[in-house]
């Protein structure tokens, strides 16, 4: 009888890949992403040219002949815009650049090709710089502090045109996963904005705002989707209270000088539990569609929306008194979250018909599972 010899293949334990195939893969990716690799390799070989990637880049004596920003066009220094996205402001932002430059592009990359991504990355690059710039050139004769700040600053990186493609990108996910995607990103974009309020992120609010538009509009990357469903309505609501909590709380214990103007926080904790507490009880009401917190919604947004119409009704009293310099210097604070809460709102009043579980029905649903044997 012949002795037959295990082959390395066939003695590889069960559940663990054959180096080959591993490797083949791996080159498989390489191949497939031959721009994101290009990128994250550009980035990391001007940071040890320049020395960036080890000290800040906004230290150098060269930094504004590199960075873009209204200064720079003012100067006629259009360049940068070729040269910003391959520098990056502090070394912490390669570490912060690198799940978006990689997932972001890369994931572009791997739906699109390497040609596509890259017009998806220079558009979101263009898009987001000069989209930015216009804005604040716009906006900045009216002497709001927020605009006179921008005006000033200069930024680089490769953001714009990571986050850019990142949209794109999300456009390919299935229903429902391309909304909730979408929900995130359009989240992200309002608080950064509006609660920090830097140049670039005026300048990836410009850039998704551009693709979000264009991804659904460019027959090349539509992808229909069809009317969301009862847990999807569930879901965007859910989302849209947490999203709303979480800038309360940023209202209450977070201080920041943004567009909104400057924040000096006062709250106790207390003030704040209370406050998280009952957002919370609300938000997970309406992801479980329950009629009551979806009233409870609509009671606490409009108390907001009346307590801020109240507060700017008084803004000018406070002018005359002496306790406010302008009325620019609240007006933000009052009008931003009633803003989103009137979104809300409407979104929740739309969907209404996602939101009619009774507590008592749930009870006896519950209970109806509680007392239903267990079947081997």
């Not at 100067?75 to 815009?81: Q, S």
Request: glycine share 10%; charged share 15%.
């Amino acid at each position: 009888m012949t002795d037959v010899v295990a082959s390395p293949e066939q003695t590889t334990p069960q559940g663990r890949e054959d180096p080959p195939r591993s490797a083949s893969r791996a080159l498989s990716a390489v191949k497939r992403t031959p721009f994101t690799i290009t990128l994250v390799l550009a980035l990391i070989a001007v940071g040890i040219a320049t020395g960036t990637l080890l000290s800040p880049a906004a230290d150098k004596p060269w930094f504004q002949d590199v960075a873009t920003g209204l200064p720079s066009f003012a100067e006629g220094r259009w360049w940068t815009i070729l040269t910003s996205p391959f520098f990056v402001d502090h070394p912490v932002g390669y570490l912060l650049l690198a799940p978006l430059v990689i997932g972001g592009v890369g994931w572009a990359e791997w739906q699109f090709g390497w040609l596509r991504t890259l017009g998806l990355f220079v558009a979101g690059h263009v898009v987001g710089i000069l989209g930015a710039a216009g804005i604040v050139a716009l906006i900045v004769p009216t002497g709001w502090p927020w605009a006179v700040r921008l005006s000033e600053a200069y930024d680089v990186g490769p953001s714009c045109g990571a986050f850019f493609a990142l949209v794109f990108a999300s456009a390919t996910l299935p229903a429902p996963w391309r909304l909730r995607a979408r929900v995130i990103i359009l989240v992200w974009t309002i608080i950064s904005v509006l609660y920090l309020g830097r140049i670039y992120d005026l300048e990836h609010a410009v850039a998704m705002a551009v693709g979000l538009v264009a991804s659904g509009w460019l027959p090349a990357f539509r992808h229909p989707s069809g009317r969301p469903s009862e847990r999807e309505w569930r879901l965007i609501g859910f989302a849209g209270l947490i999203a709303i909590g979480v800038i309360q709380v940023i209202d209450l214990v977070v201080p920041f000088d943004g567009p909104l103007g400057q924040n000096h926080p006062v709250a106790s904790f207390i003030d704040v539990a209370i406050d998280v507490v009952v957002i919370l009880l609300i938000a997970n009401g309406v992801r479980h569609g329950y009629r009551i917190a979806w009233i409870g919604a609509l009671i606490i947004g409009s108390y907001n929306v009346l307590t801020a119409a109240l507060g700017v009704a008084i803004v000018p009293l406070l002018v005359d008194a002496g306790a406010i310099g302008s009325p620019e210097e609240v007006l933000g604070i009052f009008i931003a979250p009633a803003v989103l809460w009137v979104a809300i709102m409407i979104f929740i009043i739309v969907g209404r018909g996602a939101f009619r579980v009774t507590l008592r029905h749930s009870r006896r649903k519950l209970k109806a599972e509680t007392l239903t044997p267990n079947r081997q």
